[in-house]
Nanobody, 128 residues
Framework: QVQLVESGGGLVQAGGSLRLTCAAS????????MGWFRQAPGKEREFVAA????????YYSDSVRGRFTISRDNAKKLVYMQMNSLKPEDTAVYYC?????????????????????WGRGTQVTVSS
């Protein structure tokens, strides 16, 4: 069964930190770009961060650059996103996804239609 499962969300005060984890199973992982997206209440889903299969080529949205850091453990099929200095506007459901093209990152990882597998999301709530 193909699965991407996010965890690590929760309620945190502004200025706090959380680390999200995305666990992959049943799909090829190590040669693919992985991305994080989020959807706030009443808003469309938006790109947060992505990196290629090596983890060396990384992209961040302007709103999180410098505060969020993504990493991956290909052997364990895990993707992480460390979120620091959280703000109330970071409140959203966070999704991880696998881009469908092997060994390269397409479109800076920003386009939803480049991804073929998605997790169900984990809620992050930042209180002011």
């Amino acid at each position: 069964q193909v699965q991407l499962v996010e965890s690590g969300g929760g309620l945190v005060q502004a200025g706090g930190s959380l680390r999200l984890t995305c666990a992959a199973s049943g799909l090829d992982f190590s040669r693919y770009t992985m991305g994080w997206f989020r959807q706030a209440p009443g808003k469309e889903r938006e790109f947060v961060a992505a990196f290629d299969w090596t983890g060396l080529d990384t992209y961040y949205s302007d709103s999180v650059r410098g505060r969020f850091t993504i990493s991956r453990d290909n052997a364990k099929k895990l993707v992480y996103m460390q979120m620091n200095s959280l703000k109330p506007e970071d409140t959203a459901v966070y999704y991880c996804a696998r881009q469908m093209t092997r060994r390269t990152i397409v479109g800076g990882g920003r386009r939803e239609f480049d991804y073929d597998y998605w997790g169900r999301g984990t809620q992050v709530t930042v209180s002011s």
